[in-house]
């Protein structure tokens, strides 16, 4: 089935009781059981699992290609559940570029509990086979954060799973409809449902999706019912409805990013601009290989430093000055400003997640602000 089918059939449920086309919220935390105490669907208390949350998980396992779903209440919940799964001494590594929560979370918090890690440029195999200590895990994001940079999930799974290390790619940037790391020979897919899945900017969520119904999945699934980082009904309805569009929402958002790049990149004032579709970007071919479309992401780097960088930022009309990503609206923000303390990002970086508005208008309003 093509991912456009797939996104329409994975979130449609059947509802016994009405009938219902679009599936009811089930609020309820508890559920009864019969007089011989079996539980007629199974569930008995929403930590554990709730129909709703059910429904997603199954769909997120389709979308990604994997057996088992899972929902969480943040994509830093399903992060942090997956180092969970690890124990004192054990070493992760990641990239030097990611998601800055990601490192923060292993600086501020699994450090104190025992995990160790360092960051590498993924684009370097054979420093990434270096770093190797006790390495038990490897995480990939490929676009990745602030800078775009590629990653050839190939090479770096296969090379990292012989040398014995369990391999988790961020695909909150690509999204299946772009990119299937389980394809590509990854073990987990972890995403920020807040992003793209939800699509609106109007929910906190996050997932994992694992190949194989193995250990790893039993332990996050136990991580998850004990520690109770679950993803609320609601969230989970809103991201089944999410899931609808996101095919036709993500292939827009990078029609219009590639059209916004390509101006940009021709733009006199901007030193540098990251979008792995330009051609001129390092990560190019590899994009190309991996990657249907470029994503709807991209940074752009200005001359004259955080002061220009600042002020266009201030004189965007269209677009909104807010950090986050992945809604139909699109995005301006200063990854430094936002990241603060653990920020390596460049001072005159600004990253733009583009919405669904007429590329031709972004552009624009682009325009006028760099005059
Ligand atoms: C937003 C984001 C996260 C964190 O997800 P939350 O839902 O904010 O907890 C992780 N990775 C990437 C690439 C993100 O963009």
Redesign the pocket.
Known sequence: MNIETLAIRATHITDANASAVAPPIYLSTTFEREPDISLPHGHVYSRTSNPNRDALEHAYALLEGGKVGMAFA????A?ATIFQCLSPGDHVIIPDDA?Y??PALLEEVMQRWGLRYTRVDMTDIEALERAFDNTKLVWL?TPS?PMLKITDIQAIASTAQALGALVVC?N??ATPVLQRPLDLGCDVV?H????YFGGHSDL???ALIFKENNHWAEKARRVQALGGAVAAPFDCWLILRGLKTLALRVRQQSENAAKVAEFLSQHARIAAVHYPFLKNHEGYEIAQQQMKMGGGMLSIQLKGGEKEALKLKSKVKLFIRAT???GVESLIEHRATAEGVHSVSPKNLLRLSIGLEHPDDLIEDLAQALQ
């Open positions: 943040s994509g830093q919940a992060t998601y929560g990601t994001e954060n961020d909150t940037w972890m920020s449902a807040t992003k906190l969520s996050g986050s990503l992945g």
